[in-house]
């Protein structure tokens, strides 16, 4: 049997029907909402031949676990992404970008990271199985559809994998705020694997020292840290900037 997923929220279930319609099993709305946003979700599914039940909002909470579904709920089977890292090596080479995220446990800030990963064309997010939040409806709906996009692949063993990316030539690159070089200042290109950390207590000691080099991104105001996803955000435009600036 596949595995199914409940996703929620205008967003996230306008990109599965965009990108992957076939993998949506059973759709629910709120029977009470009439607004124009459900008319053009509802008119997008009658378009595409998918059937929607009508069902009472007690029913979408129940099934979401929260009253920020939007009165829209999807059970959907899984995505295929590749999820495979050695795959992934083979398949973009010198164009690999990966985000390694370190202890990430808000689902919130997972969902924004797999936005931004996403808008900066990250081949796939990394994460320690142990120590990082799952994906969830709360994830897809922050995400708003980049879950869909962006391959989530969790790993037993963190440093290992560093490792075995470092040893295919894929350059690992982590953050900390102690790190004598800043972003702007330092050298780096494709294949690589930015690393960061939750903020407030960045990267383990084990994945620190095992990143090829570690940078700090500077900050010009009264603020000690940014949010993962900021930070995550600044330090892939970095990345595409100088990608775009190659002759």
Request: glycine share 6%.
């Amino acid at each position: 049997m596949k595995k199914t997923a409940i996703i929620y929220g205008f967003h996230a279930i306008k990109s599965r029907l965009r990108h992957y319609p076939d993998t949506l099993q059973e759709i629910y709305v709120d029977q009470e909402r009439h607004d124009q946003r459900m008319q053009d979700i509802k008119a997008l599914l009658e378009e595409k031949s998918i059937e929607f039940k009508h069902v009472d909002v007690q029913r979408l909470h129940g099934l979401t676990g929260t009253r920020r579904h939007q009165g829209i709920v999807a059970i959907a089977s899984a995505v295929p992404l590749i999820n495979d890292i050695d795959h992934l090596v083979d398949t973009y080479q010198n164009n690999l970008l990966l985000l390694v995220l370190d202890g990430i446990q808000d689902p919130h800030n997972l969902g924004a990271c797999l936005r931004v990963a996403d808008a900066m064309g990250v081949h796939a997010i990394i994460a320690p199985k142990d120590r990082s939040v799952a994906l969830s409806p709360t994830v897809a709906k922050v995400a708003s559809g980049a879950m869909d996009m962006v391959p989530y692949i969790p790993v037993t063993n963190l440093a290992r994998t560093l490792r075995d990316l470092k040893d295919q030539q894929v350059w690992v690159i982590g953050t900390d705020d102690q790190a004598k070089d800043d972003i702007m200042n330092a050298s780096f290109s494709q294949p690589l694997a930015w690393v960061l950390g939750a903020e407030g207590e960045g990267l383990r000691r084990l994945t620190r020292e095992t990143c090829d080099q570690l940078v700090r991104i500077p900050m010009f105001g009264s603020v000690e840290s940014l949010n993962v996803s900021v930070a995550a955000g600044v330090c892939l435009y970095e990345t595409k900037r100088r990608e775009k600036s190659v002759v």
